[in-house]
Nanobody, 115 residues
Framework: QVLLVESGGGLVRAGGSLRLSCAAS????????KGWFRQAPGKEREFVAA????????FYADSVKGRFSISRDNAKNTVYLQMNSLKPEDTAVYYC????????WGQGTQVTVSS
């Protein structure tokens, strides 16, 4: 069983930055791409960014391109999401999962951006 634990969320003003972490334990699906997703209140969960595990190729939603950066530390089985120039519309619960998401969803980490 794999466990994904997200952390690093918080309250930040517009224009600020946060770095999210996703640590995997158990069966880590080390050869699989990993991704970040988010769900804002009253909205569907949406894709944010993904990274392939071997080559480190990255993919981003148009809404975060140029502001967010996904990276991974293979040795630590950890995926990161560096979020810069945050906007109020980035407010959501952020989740990590495989990409495409095939595991159960964890509790996520809340990101709140004030205007």
């Amino acid at each position: 069983q794999v466990l994904l634990v997200e952390s690093g969320g918080g309250l930040v003003r517009a224009g600020g930055s946060l770095r999210l972490s996703c640590a995997a334990s158990g069966r880590t699906f080390s050869d699989y791409a990993k991704g970040w997703f988010r769900q804002a209140p009253g909205k569907e969960r949406e894709f944010v960014a993904a990274i392939t595990w071997s080559s480190g190729r990255t993919f981003y939603a148009d809404s975060v391109k140029g502001r967010f950066s996904i990276s991974r530390d293979n040795a630590k089985n950890t995926v990161y999401l560096q979020m810069n120039s945050l906007k109020p519309e980035d407010t959501a619960v952020y989740y990590c999962n495989l990409y495409p998401p095939t595991l159960g969803w964890g509790q996520g980490t809340q990101v709140t951006v004030s205007s």
